[in-house]
């Protein structure tokens, strides 16, 4: 299994950047899907979750309305769609895959730096 995030970027207060996550290696369906982020001198935490038929998504309290899980099981590809970025959702985002536990936590992606200057 092969999990390749990309969209980071630099961006200011109040943008917005939408991570992809490409699946490879697994039948993407039968997977839960989310994201995670760990913040220097942090531990990884929860960002985002969505069930294999995207009919349940779950968020963490700080990004819930701001943020959009999203997944494209013909293009094997998650997304995260995040809108009013703060300076505190500066960290490294890792996509993650799981095919039984939800939030998912079996494989993870590589990373993809998210940084927002205020």
């Known amino acids: 299994v092969q999990l390749q995030a990309s969209g980071g970027g630099l961006v200011q207060a109040g943008d917005s950047l939408r991570l992809s996550c490409a699946a490879s290696?697994?039948?993407?369906?039968?997977?839960?899907m989310g994201w995670y982020r760990q913040a220097p001198g942090k531990e990884r935490e929860f960002v985002a979750a969505?069930?294999?038929?995207?009919?349940?998504?779950t968020y963490a309290d700080s990004v819930k309305g701001r943020f959009t899980i999203s997944r494209d099981n013909a293009k094997n590809t998650v997304y995260l769609q995040m809108n009013s970025l703060k300076p505190e959702d500066t960290a490294v985002y890792y996509c993650a895959a799981d095919e039984s536990i939800l939030p998912p936590q079996a494989y993870w992606g590589q990373g993809t730096q998210v940084t927002v200057s205020s």
């Open positions: 969505i069930t294999k038929r995207a009919s349940g998504k």
């Open positions: 290696g697994l039948t993407f369906s039968n997977y839960y």
